[in-house]
């Protein structure tokens, strides 16, 4: 998931933050920690969420407006109706039609059931939501580098 560049004699390697937060849910899932494995999860998305709108801003043209509009869409989770909305009007690309949709919805409520109402995941919480959120991020890095890519930016 991270793009390797190569310019004149240095190379260099971008890991985005989202990339890094999954490999903390990782972490977690390896030391048997799965609330955080879930939580750390689908915050990965999220930054990956805001970095591919900032994206999209910066192609629009409206790369000056990215904190105000984020300030008013307020959340980053991509299954929030509203964000979902927001991000496939910006995109032209809606994540409800990606083969993740369902899955990512379930770590979403699973993230929302551990914080909210103190409710312990499973092994099998854990790994769904690395998953889910893994192919979301795959997904999303495709509008923050189109040419990686031939869905729609």
């Given at each position: ?5 190569t310019c004149g004699v240095a190379n260099m390697t971008i890991t985005y933050h989202a990339e890094r937060a999954l490999a903390k849910a990782r972490g977690y899932f390896d030391a048997g ?121």
């Open positions: 998931m991270s793009l390797k560049i920690d799965l609330d955080h494995a879930v939580i750390a999860a689908q915050t990965a998305s999220e930054l990956a969420v805001r970095r591919a709108l900032t994206a999209i801003y910066g192609r629009r043209g409206i790369g000056d407006l990215d904190g105000a509009l984020n300030r008013l869409l307020g959340k980053s989770n991509i299954t929030n109706p509203k964000v979902q909305a927001y991000f496939a009007a910006l995109s032209g690309d809606r994540a409800t039609q990606k083969p993740f949709w369902n899955a990512l919805l379930a770590s979403a409520e699973k993230r929302n059931a551990i914080v909210h109402r103190g409710e312990v995941a499973t092994e099998a919480d854990a790994q769904n939501a690395i998953l889910a959120n893994e192919q979301a991020i795959d997904w999303l890095i495709t509008h923050i580098d189109p040419s990686r890519s031939t869905a729609p930016a």
